[in-house]
C-alpha cells in the first residue's frame, strides 16, 4: 500500500530564510505526487503537483518542489519566508489519476519575524 | 465561480445521535470525495463518487456511515449512530472529471461527538 511520510510535525522559519518541508512516498509505481496548503478555516488548496513531466515542479506563492525517484522524495521549496506562508503543509500521493489521496501527516509551519 | 461548499461547519451531537454532513461540489464536477481528519493524524481518504456511483468506498470505517449523492450533484454523509471516535473534521473535495488531477476542498466540517 502507498503511503506519505512527512518529517517534522512543526516546521519554524524566520522570515526572509528558506523553507524546506520534506516529504518521502512509497509506491511500487510512479505515482502522482501534491502538496497542498490549508490557511485557518480554510480548505485545502493545491500548491503544486508532479504527474510525471518536469521533475522540478513550480507552484504557487513562489513554492517549488523536486520529484526524486532514487530517493523517493518530494520535499516542498521556497527560498524566502514571509509571514503569510504560516499555514499547515501535506503532501499528498494518487496511486491514479482522478482517484483517492493518500496524505502526510502534515507539517505546521511557523515564521517568525 | 462558487467553490466547494459545506454545511454546516460545525457540529456538536451527543453519542448515539446522527448527523449529517452536506456538501455541494462545484458545478459541472463529476467526482465528489469524502476524506476525515481526526485529531492528531492524517487526513484520511473515506469516498468517491462518480457522478451518483460509489466509484471507491474503501474508506469507509465502518456501516454506522452512510454517503449519498442524489442525482450527482451534492452529498450527503449521515452518522448513526455516532461514537467518540467519529469526531473529527471532514472534508469534501471535488474534481471534473476522468482525467484530472486537482481535487477542490471544501472547508470542512467539523464534527465533535460528546
Known amino acids: 500500500a502507498q503511503s506519505v511520510t512527512q518529517l517534522g510535525s512543526h516546521v519554524s522559519v524566520s522570515e526572509g530564510a528558506l523553507v524546506l518541508l520534506r516529504c518521502n512516498y512509497s509506491s511500487s509505481v510512479p505515482p502522482y505526487l501534491f502538496w497542498y496548503v490549508q490557511y485557518p478555516n480554510q480548505g485545502l488548496q493545491l500548491l503544486l503537483k508532479?504527474?510525471?513531466?518536469?521533475?522540478l515542479v513550480k507552484g504557487i506563492n513562489g513554492f517549488e518542489a523536486e520529484f526524486k525517484k532514487s530517493e523517493t522524495s518530494f520535499h516542498l521549496t521556497k527560498p524566502s519566508a514571509h509571514m503569510s506562508d504560516a499555514a499547515e503543509y501535506f503532501c499528498a500521493v494518487s496511486p491514479t489519476q482522478g482517484g483517492k489521496l493518500i496524505f502526510g501527516q502534515g507539517t505546521e509551519l511557523s515564521v517568525k519575524p | 465561480e462558487a467553490g466547494v461548499t459545506q454545511f454546516p461547519s460545525h457540529s456538536v451531537i451527543e453519542k448515539g445521535q446522527t448527523v449529517t454532513l452536506r456538501c455541494d461540489p462545484i458545478s459541472g464536477h463529476d467526482n465528489l470525495y469524502w476524506y476525515r481528519r481526526v485529531m492528531g493524524k492524517e487526513i484520511k481518504f473515506l469516498l468517491h463518487f462518480v457522478k451518483e456511483s460509489k466509484q471507491d468506498e474503501s474508506g469507509m470505517p465502518n456501516n454506522r456511515f452512510l454517503a449519498e449523492r442524489t442525482g450527482g450533484t451534492y452529498s450527503t454523509l449521515k452518522v448513526q449512530p455516532a461514537e467518540l471516535e467519529d469526531s473529527g473534521v471532514y472534508f469534501c473535495?471535488?474534481?471534473?472529471?476522468?482525467?484530472?488531477?486537482?481535487?477542490?476542498f471544501g472547508p470542512g466540517t467539523r464534527l465533535t461527538v460528546t
Open positions: 473535495a471535488s474534481s471534473p472529471g476522468s482525467y484530472t488531477y486537482e481535487q477542490y
Open positions: 508532479y504527474t510525471s513531466a518536469a521533475t
